[in-house]
């Protein structure tokens, strides 16, 4: 059975730092391009950050370029995001989600297997 465990949301202030997990179990994870996405409420689901099962290149919504970093551990069979600079409309729910072999990453129904998505609120 695969799963998808995100971690590390809370509630933080604007400016603040933030880094999210999502630790993978079931899958040979070296296999799965790894994607965040994040929903706000009452807005559709929206791409946030993906990097490459393979060469790890990454991506990342205009939004969140200069802020966020993704970055994988493959040893460990997790995908991080790391957020900086955060604000207040970065507030959602953040999904990871992992495509087996995957190429066009922004796409959410490129990928197979999703979190169960963890809460990220930043205070004004």
């Known amino acids: 059975q695969v799963q998808l465990v995100e971690s590390g949301g809370g509630l933080v202030q604007a400016g603040d730092s933030l880094r999210l997990s999502c630790t993978a179990s079931g899958l040979t994870f070296r296999n799965y391009a790894m994607g965040w996405f994040r929903q706000a409420p009452g807005k559709k689901r929206e791409f946030v950050a993906a990097?490459?099962?393979?060469?790890?290149?990454?991506y990342y919504v205009d939004f969140v370029k200069g802020r966020f970093t993704i970055s994988r551990d493959n040893a460990k069979n997790t995908a991080y995001l790391q957020m900086g600079s955060l604000k207040p409309e970065d507030t959602a729910i953040y999904y990871c989600a992992a495509g087996f072999r995957s190429v066009v990453l922004t796409n959410a129904r490129n990928y197979d297997y999703w979190g169960q998505g963890t809460q990220v609120t930043v205070s004004s």
């Open positions: 990097i490459t099962w393979d060469d790890f290149r990454t």
